[in-house]
C-alpha cells in the first residue's frame, strides 16, 4: 500500500516569497491533515480537512497560510508571504475516522 | 482541550540499558493514547497506541507503554535499547471522536551510548 506522499522534500525561499507545498495521501483516506514541526519542538496542526470540508483550521495564520483539498484527494498547503519564523517542517497526514495517522515524510522550508 | 507533557527533553541510555520514556495527558474522558518516533530526515512512525482495553499495549520494535488512568500517563518502555533507538519519540494524545486530530507533546529525544 502506497504511503502518504508529500513534495517538494525541501524548499529554500526568501522572506516575502510564496512556497506551495502538495500533498497526496493514503486511497481511501477521507481526512487529511497539515502539521506545523518546528525545529525542537512537537508537530502542530495547522489544517485539517474531512473529504474535501475544513474540519479545524483555528491555528492556521490565515493572513499568510491557505490550504485546499481538491475533490477531497490531494490537497495543497500555500504560504504566501513567507516570514522567516515559518522555517520549519510541514507534515501532511492522513486517517480513517478513528484510526491512527499516517504521516509523510515532509516538506522542509527554509526562509532567509 | 487536549495536552501533552513530555517532562524529558533529552535522555542517554547505554546500549543494552532499559528505557522510560515519560507522557502526561490531560483530557476529561478516556483518550486514546499514541507514541511515534521519528528518525533525523523522516516523517512519523507509529511504535504503538491505546484505545481501550488492556492498559498495558504492545508495540513495534520491542515497544511499550503503560495507560494509567489514575496518573494521567501512557509512559514508553523497552527492555534493551538498540543504537538504533536513538531517535525523537513523540506522545500523542486524542480525544474518542471520530475525526480529531492528535496533540502531540515536545517530544523527547533519546540519545544511545556503547
Known amino acids: 500500500e502506497a504511503g502518504v506522499a508529500q513534495s517538494p522534500r525541501y524548499k529554500i525561499i526568501e522572506k516575502r516569497q510564496s512556497v506551495a507545498f502538495w500533498c497526496n495521501p493514503i486511497?481511501?483516506?477521507?481526512?487529511l491533515y497539515w502539521y506545523q514541526q518546528i525545529l525542537g519542538q512537537g508537530p502542530k496542526l495547522l489544517i485539517q480537512?474531512?473529504?474535501?470540508?475544513?474540519?479545524?483550521d483555528s491555528q492556521l495564520p490565515k493572513d499568510r497560510f491557505s490550504a485546499e483539498r481538491l475533490k477531497g484527494v490531494d490537497s495543497t498547503l500555500k504560504i504566501q508571504p513567507a516570514k522567516l519564523e515559518d522555517s520549519a517542517v510541514y507534515l501532511c497526514?492522513?486517517?480513517?475516522?478513528?484510526?491512527?495517522?499516517?504521516f509523510g515524510e515532509g516538506s522542509r522550508l527554509t526562509v532567509l | 482541550a487536549q495536552s501533552v507533557t513530555q517532562p524529558d527533553i533529552h535522555i542517554t541510555v547505554s546500549e543494552g540499558a532499559s528505557l522510560e520514556l515519560r507522557c502526561n495527558y490531560s483530557?476529561?474522558?478516556?483518550?486514546?493514547l499514541f507514541w511515534y518516533v521519528q528518525s533525523p530526515g523522516q516523517g512519523l512512525q507509529l511504535l504503538l497506541k491505546?484505545?481501550?482495553?488492556?492498559?498495558l499495549v504492545q508495540g513495534i520494535k520491542g515497544f511499550e507503554a503503560e495507560f494509567k488512568r489514575s496518573q494521567s500517563s501512557f509512559n514508553l518502555r523497552k527492555p534493551s535499547v538498540h543504537w538504533s533507538d536513538a531517535a525523537e519519540y513523540f506522545c500523542?494524545?486524542?480525544?474518542?471522536?471520530?475525526?480529531?486530530?492528535?496533540?502531540f507533546g515536545k517530544g523527547t529525544t533519546l540519545s544511545v551510548s556503547s
Open positions: 483530557y476529561g474522558a478516556t483518550p486514546y
Open positions: 491505546y484505545f481501550s482495553g488492556d492498559t
Open positions: 486511497s481511501g483516506h477521507a481526512t
Open positions: 497526514a492522513s486517517s480513517l475516522g478513528f484510526g491512527e495517522l499516517f
Open positions: 500523542a494524545v486524542r480525544a474518542n471522536q471520530a475525526g480529531t486530530a492528535l496533540i
Open positions: 480537512f474531512q473529504n474535501n470540508g475544513v474540519v479545524d
